[in-house]
């Protein structure tokens, strides 16, 4: 875990007078709304349907305790009681007060957080996969680089008013959970045939109304170079990009305008400026960021335990929670747990003050101090001990934060829509309960297997819904709610955009579509085929005849 | 309208905006790019010869152009546009040793942005008093970044 120095302190804790003073300013109206609004939104504020909201940066997922705590704190004080964790890692408070944001700020600064470009049309915080550092399979640790280009991209002077937000994401492994295909650039770290240290680079994937996938563009660039080469990248962008809609100014738009082969080339060109240069990273700060992310001093003695069979054997239910929300670890004896977020009742990704406190706790006694924020809205506790896991189930059972549920249907992405977002053309959470409410049946819910449900309220696409295996976006049809439903979408590595199953359908019968969806899907599968294998295999077709010849 | 040069605030100008280019005059004028493009030959000199290009205008198109003037005024087309930091920094790798100025929509919470990118001075549209000024360039002390005034990132300043 990164651990800031001096400088690190210096620069947010001067953002944070700066921002107070911008909004003493506006508030004695000494700054125009207009000019305030791209100062707050890149200070992660926005105002919307009932108050305003605040974005903070949770850098590549990751907390610790006492960070944790101190969101829980701030949430009681100036919020009501709880916060929202979102598909890029960050947690968003639904009810701040203007005025009070500054010592929100205040507070967060004093626990190395900050809410700096976590909204506004800047580089934002840089995500990764939550399992970076405990997977077998990846390569080399990718937090190092997240911390390296989130110093970079912080509050860097020439590319804070680009032509639209601009997202990186990066993994390092065979698998991809960290969407970095439908990032503005993706980033892949690798090893070249010398076992040199490197990324391959993609740019210009996005969903929102123009879905892309992203398109490589270097194969292998060797690590040192990644700022450099992310500058040039950058700056072709802030220089090229549309300005003139902003629905075209993603940097996606601009990568299909000119073709993937044009933009390379263009990127190349500026970079032979910069490569070599100053900006490479040198030896001893790759080093020096590393060693905040070397492997904790585990347990060698964890894999001896015999409890956990034990409970296995005697608990059923402690076997679903161990099946579907425990995940492999590197080290022998030990498991990372995932605490859902997404209980039966309740907003998917929402987590009260208690609870917060409750995982703070928890990170303490099991699992070194630390926490991460995953993308699909959950938190891990990344290195539990195996001898640990059922009083970790225990209490986290207690505080409802325990649904067995993890990569099944109800571990759904989905947005705040209508309800407390402005742009939003339907409700979601509504629409969350009464898949809930109809899909509560363990048993089946695990029979189904994995799928990935992904819901946004409206065309931004903030839940990734083009790239849930099943995807449901809200549509506002004369002033009624209607959902439109897609099938086979993925982000992993397999990335692949959803095709529309046929007409929307009205709010009261989304569960009751999904359901004949998922009997299809249990009629012809293959085995145990996996639901996005077996539409891959067939098709929307013969889903899309069953499902509207019943209505 | 306020300038600021070298983060400080001036008050004698040299340098007046003439939408139609006129050969050889006393005073320090400053044409429109498009102006300027439309010269075959330039009897001013170049030290009382600026351009104004709009972060509409093709920066490219300039470059082969920057020997004729020692004033580049880069006119920021709307608060969003952020094409003109970018400018800055090109003509500076060019090796343009003349008065880079930021006009249009530039206003106090950009300032030591526009600094860090190589911009000598500002013109600014709303009023601000020098030590208004003064902070607005100290706000932030230190910075992560390479830019046109300090090639080193952090990890290579000395601190
Ligand atoms: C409630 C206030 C919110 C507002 C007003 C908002 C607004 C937007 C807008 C306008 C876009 C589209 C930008 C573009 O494509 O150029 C967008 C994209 C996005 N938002 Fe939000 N959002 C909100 C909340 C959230 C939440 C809660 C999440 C996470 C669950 C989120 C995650 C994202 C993501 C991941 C994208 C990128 C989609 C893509 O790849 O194109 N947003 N948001
Ligand atoms: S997808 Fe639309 S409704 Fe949902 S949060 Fe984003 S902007 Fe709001």
Redesign the pocket.
């Known amino acids: 875990m990164y651990i800031y120095n001096d400088v690190d302190q210096k620069i947010v804790d001067e953002r944070v007078e700066q921002y107070r003073d911008q909004t003493k300013r506006y508030l004695e109206g000494n700054l125009s709304d207009d000019e305030f609004l791209a100062l707050r939104l890149m200070n992660g504020l926005?105002i919307?349907r009932q108050a305003p909201?605040l974005?903070v940066a949770i850098p590549y997922g990751t907390m610790t305790s006492t960070q944790l705590r101190a969101l829980a704190a701030i949430s009681r004080k100036y919020d009501r009681g709880y916060g929202?964790?979102?598909?890029?890692t960050?947690i968003?408070f639904n009810w701040p007060k203007l005025e009070e944001v500054p010592d929100i700020l205040t507070d967060l600064a004093k626990v190395q957080l900050h809410a700096i470009q976590t909204?506004g049309n800047c580089i934002r915080n840089t995500t990764t996969d939550h399992f970076a550092g405990v997977s077998a399979t990846e390569v080399s640790d990718p937090r190092p680089w997240c911390e390296l280009i989130r110093q970079w991209s912080t509050l860097h002077p020439e590319f804070a008013y680009l032509p639209?937000?601009f997202?990186i994401a990066i993994t390092s492994g065979p698998e991809d959970r960290a969407a970095t295909q439908?990032?503005d650039v993706g980033l892949h770290l690798i090893k070249n045939a010398q076992g040199e240290l490197g990324f391959e680079v993609l740019v210009g994937?996005?969903?929102?109304?123009t879905?892309k996938i992203g398109k490589v563009i270097r194969q292998f660039l060797p690590a040192n170079e990644v700022i450099s080469y992310l500058e040039a990248i950058l700056r072709v962008y802030n220089l090229k990009g549309r300005r003139d809609n902003?629905?075209k100014?993603?940097i996606k738009i601009l990568v299909d305008a000119l073709g993937a082969d044009a933009f390379r080339d263009l990127v190349e060109e500026e970079w032979l400026h910069l490569k070599g240069s100053d900006l490479q990273i040198t030896q001893e700060e790759i080093e020096r960021v590393s060693d905040f992310f070397t492997p904790h001093d585990y347990n060698t003695e964890a894999a001896a335990d015999t409890t956990l069979d034990h409970y296995l054997e005697t608990n059923s239910e402690f076997k679903h929670w161990y099946q579907r929300n425990t995940h492999q670890h590197k080290v022998p004896g030990y498991r990372a747990v995932t605490v859902s977020l997404k209980p039966q009742l309740g907003a998917p990704?929402d987590i009260t003050a208690l609870q917060m406190d409750l995982v703070a706790e928890l990170a303490d006694r099991y699992s070194f101090g630390q926490i991460r924020s995953t993308h699909h809205?959950n938190l891990l506790l990344a290195d539990v001990e195996q001898r640990n896991l059922y009083s970790v189930w225990l209490a986290l059972s207690d505080a409802n934060l325990a649904r067995a549920n993890i990569g099944t249907l109800t571990d759904m992405?989905?947005?705040?829509g209508f309800d407390?977002?402005?742009?939003?053309n339907a409700k979601t959470l509504n629409i969350a309960q009464q898949i809930n409410d109809a899909f509560d049946d363990v048993d089946y819910l695990h029979d189904l297997g994995d799928i990935r449900l992904n819901m946004s309220g409206c065309i931004?696409?903030?839940?990734?819904h083009h790239v849930g295996h099943i995807g449901i976006l809200g549509v506002d049809k004369k002033g009624e709610d209607w959902y439109q439903i897609t099938l086979g979408g993925s982000s992993e590595a397999d990335a692949s955009l959803g095709k529309v199953l046929g007409r929307a359908v009205a709010a009261d019968e989304v569960a009751d579509t999904l359901k004949r969806l998922l009997e299809t899907y249990v009629e012809l599968r293959k085995g145990d085929e996996l639901f996005i294998d077996c539409v891959r295999r067939l098709g929307v077709e013969p889903f899309k005849e069953r499902v509207y010849a019943v209505a | 309208m306020p300038l600021l040069k070298h983060k400080t605030l001036v008050s004698d100008d040299p340098w007046v905006f003439q939408e139609e280019f006129s050969d050889v005059t006393e005073s320090s004028i400053v044409v429109p790019f498009t102006q300027l493009l439309q010269q075959v030959t330039i009897a001013q000199p170049q030290e009382r010869l600026g351009v104004r290009l709009s972060s509409e205008e093709s920066l490219d198109d300039l470059i082969p152009r920057l020997n004729q003037v020692s004033l580049v005024e880069i006119y920021f087309e709307a608060l969003r546009d952020g094409r003109g930091f970018s400018f800055a920094r090109l003509l500076r790798r060019e090796g343009f040793q003349g008065e880079i100025r930021a006009s249009g929509e530039v206003s106090r919470d950009r300032l030591d942005y526009l600094y860090r990118c190589g911009f000598d001075s500002v013109l600014l549209q709303a009023p601000i008093d020098a030590e208004q000024a003064q902070t607005a360039y100290q706000e932030i002390s230190v910075h992560y970044q390479a830019d046109a005034r300090n090639d080193q990132p952090i990890y290579r300043q000395t601190l």
């Open positions: 926005y919307q909201m974005r929202h964790f979102t598909t890029r960050n968003q909204s639209r937000k997202k439908v990032h994937g996005g969903l929102g109304r879905p902003k629905y100014a993603r990704g809205q992405i989905v947005c705040p407390f977002c402005s742009l939003a931004n696409a903030c839940a990734h």
